[in-house]
């Protein structure tokens, strides 16, 4: 089981470009969660995918979109990049029928290294 | 606003000492806590977690403890280990409806353990 893949792994950009990001879930899994981690920070909420539609959504700007696709993987575009947008992008993967059945209120969520963006 | 706050950015403990990492939290929403570790270069990895209705919870040589009417929670490690040395986030999450999982993630401590 390969877990939690990211591609790229580092990726530079210049103001006002487009990046996609993409990950693919640890097998088994279906749902997909974006974070943001600047520098000496925790990792920020981007959003959710679960069944190809976004399910939650943290405090971004709509420059931050995603999609899911029927295999689960997942990709992260940002459009009109700004020098505040370079971070480590985390990607993780979970199964939604833990919770979905009503059991424990937390499913496990498996990170993958990152994708480190740099924008000039 | 940070909902989950970690003020001890760093930590140093001799190895075979107790690791006490600590968190505090705002959100009175939140009805479970987690703590993640991380090594440079990987993805955090989840170490325990404890829901609200617990004080308590334990796993080998990690023990995290709640307090809910301080809105508090830590992590012991005992006895602390080299390969402990890593980045530890506390974690936290609103069960919400539907059931979709929204982690809001502290700013992490640096913990070192000196052998």
């Known amino acids: 089981d390969a877990g939690v893949t990211q591609s790229p792994t580092h990726l530079i950009k210049t103001r006002g470009q487009q990046v996609t990001l993409r990950c693919s879930p640890k097998?088994?899994?279906?749902?997909v969660s974006w974070y943001q981690q600047a520098l000496g920070q925790g990792p920020q909420f981007i959003f959710q995918y679960y069944e190809e539609e976004e399910r939650q959504r943290g405090n971004f700007p709509d420059r931050f979109s995603g999609h899911q696709f029927p295999n689960y993987s997942s990709e992260l575009n940002v459009n009109a990049l700004l020098l505040g947008d370079s971070a480590l992008y985390l990607c993780a993967s979970s199964l939604a029928g833990v919770w979905l059945a009503g059991g424990s209120s937390y499913n496990e969520q498996f990170f993958g290294p990152g994708t480190r963006l740099t924008v000039l | 606003d940070q909902q989950v706050k970690q003020n001890s950015p760093s930590l140093s403990v001799q190895e075979g000492r107790i690791s006490i990492l600590n968190c505090d939290y705002t959100n009175s929403m939140f009805d479970y806590f987690l703590w993640y570790k991380k090594y440079p270069a990987e993805g955090p990895t989840f170490l325990i977690s404890?829901?609200?209705?617990?004080d308590k919870n334990e796993d080998g040589r990690f023990t995290v403890f709640l307090n809910k009417s301080a809105k508090h929670l830590s992590l012991h490690i005992v006895p602390s280990q080299p390969g402990d040395s890593a980045v530890y986030f506390c974690?936290?999450?609103?069960?919400?409806?539907?059931?979709?999982?929204?982690?809001?993630f502290g700013t992490g401590t640096k913990l070192q353990v000196i052998p």
């Open positions: 974690a936290a999450t609103a069960g919400g409806g539907g059931g979709y999982q929204k982690v809001t």
């Open positions: 097998s088994g899994h279906d749902t």
């Open positions: 404890i829901s609200s209705i617990k």
